[in-house]
């Protein structure tokens, strides 16, 4: 699929920098240039990869057919790409700008013959332009797994080093592919944003149209580093092009390596399919932390209050036990003999996965699922909640808050228990620990009652505040660390308050 762009057209070709060019000199004026001069980089001139090589590289499509560029996966829920591929004009990607794509934009990932069924597909959901070159973050819907990520290189490459050039656009005999190319190059020289390269004997080509955005990297064993992003190219030896010169330029990733890490933050702790906690092992979210504890039992705790259980398996006196997500979507945590003793019932979703998202649940999602894109087929309910609880509502197991220096956990052995944040110290508890799955509600009574699972109402409950006579009140988990109810009407600063855990700092 070619991408849309203006070529040079026969003027330019033919002003003064030409014989710059043809010299292969890539300096900071001849690279500006090539900006104004040459096509938008769009498909690799060089040998069909082999199945599985350079997985990283994707095949983007934007408008359901309408213009067709390369990226490179960074890690499972993010690409890097080119800016033009987005702008009305590819010749100006300083039009794009963040968020949603304006058209539907999809990427084709680990896929080298587009005709198979490897790798993944997702679509962008948010681009991040960087403001002074032709490179975008994009964010997919959801995380693609069984792909290595290209590594991001942290310095730039020298004139005459040889680097690696992949893409999914024309060759120099097929105008639409739909395999996976790519062929070595040579750096001709950089300037504070941009790359610049030219074709390597016994190669007569770099890249042409389609391969927008593909990775130039350099092989380090089997690890590729990403160097830059294809953004402009003369396109000499592609299908259908009568230009000679082979130059091209890409947008430098190397100076720009801790940007793309900010910009690219995964905002849930993933475990793929496959995947496996052993003993001791902790997958690390946010906030939370699940780890498997080296007796057998599963645990989710908060990062500043470690003795707290959010949320557990229950299945200790296991030891060495470990946790699988299992590759039919089954996240099933087995002894260390292999028989399993717990598991999520969510088997029957092939290439299902295990995210600890930033909110604290717990999820399994199917294939194509995840946060922004639905399909949750198991949840923990170990959610986050505000820090004032109105009156009438109830806060379930596994249900936790946190103010500045606090936190508030109703944990799953049925104890309300308050955490400082600076060293995990046990501040206040209800010492109702004997009521595994139990829950407390701040009642429309003014009440604070704690109750076993399956009981409420004014039945059964192991704790109360007594502040019964206070219709309206409400509770607050303060900056300050303390615990308080507050009389309708009241608050921080306004007074009412008509109990409180004495905890504040």
């Known amino acids: ?27 900071a004026a001849v690279a500006g240039v090539l900006a104004l001069g040459a096509a938008p980089a769009h498909a690799v001139v060089g040998d069909p990869v082999a199945d599985g090589g350079y997985a990283f590289t994707a095949k983007l499509d934007i408008g359901d057919g309408k213009r067709g560029c390369s990226a490179a996966l960074i890690n499972p829920t993010h690409v890097v790409t080119a800016a033009g591929c987005f702008a009305a004009d590819p010749a100006d990607p300083s039009t794009v700008t963040a968020g949603k794509p304006k058209e539907k934009a999809v990427i084709t990932v680990g896929r080298t013959d587009l005709s198979g069924q490897a790798g993944g597909v997702a679509e962008v959901i948010e681009i991040k332009p960087r403001a002074d070159r032709d490179l975008v973050v994009a964010r997919l819907a959801h995380p693609v797994f069984g792909i290595t990520p290209v590594t991001l290189a942290t310095a730039a490459p020298a004139p005459g080093d040889t680097l690696r050039v992949a893409g999914y656009g024309r060759t120099g005999t097929e105008w639409a592919p739909t395999r996976l190319h790519s062929t070595a190059v040579t750096v001709t020289g950089a300037t504070a944003t941009t790359v610049g390269f030219a074709a390597k004997a016994p190669s007569t080509g770099t890249i042409c149209k389609g391969d927008t955005g593909g990775p130039l990297f350099r092989e380090n064993g089997s690890t590729a580093v990403l160097a830059g992003v294809h953004s402009r190219a003369w396109a000499g030896g592609c299908f259908g092009s009568t230009e000679a010169r082979t130059d091209a330029v890409d947008a430098r990733a190397d100076d720009i390596r801790q940007w793309i890490l900010d910009n690219s933050a995964v905002d849930q702790a993933l475990l793929g399919p496959g995947a496996r906690l052993t003993a001791g092992q902790t997958l690390a979210g946010r ?68 995210s600890l998202q930033d909110d604290g649940n717990l999820v399994v999602y199917k294939k194509d699922g995840g946060p922004l894109a639905g399909g949750s087929v198991w949840g923990s309910g170990s ?32 104890n309300v228990a308050l955490y400082r944040k600076s060293d995990g110290a046990h501040q206040w508890s209800t010492g109702t620990y ?9 009642q429309s009574d003014g009440n604070l009652v ?34 308080v109810i507050y009389g309708k009407g009241g608050g921080e600063g306004v007074g009412g308050a008509i109990w409180a855990t004495g905890t504040h700092a």
């Open 1 to 27: 699929m070619r991408a849309e762009g203006r070529g040079p057209s026969a003027a330019r070709t033919r002003r003064g920098p030409r014989a710059v060019w043809i010299n292969g000199l890539l300096t």
């Open 287 to 354: 906030d939370l932390r699940l780890t498997m504890q080296p007796g057998g039992d599963l645990t989710l705790t908060h990062k500043n209050a470690p003795a707290g259980v959010i949320w557990a398996t229950g299945t200790g006196g296991n030891a060495g036990a470990y946790l699988e997500m299992q590759p039919d979507g089954n996240l099933v945590l087995s002894t260390a003999g292999g028989q399993p003793i717990w598991h999520s019932a969510t088997w029957g979703n092939p290439g299902g996965y295990l």
């Open 383 to 414: 959610t986050r909640i505000g820090t004032t609880i109105g009156s009438g509502q109830p806060v379930w197991s596994g249900q936790w808050t946190e103010s500045a220096s606090s936190v508030l956990i109703m944990q799953r052995d049925g």
């Open 434 to 442: 004997a009521s595994p799955f139990g829950y407390f509600v701040m």
């Open 450 to 483: 704690v109750y076993p699972a399956g009981q409420g109402g004014g039945v059964g409950a192991v704790w109360a505040s007594g502040t019964f006579w206070s219709p309206g009140a409400f509770l607050k988990l303060q900056d300050d660390g303390n615990l």
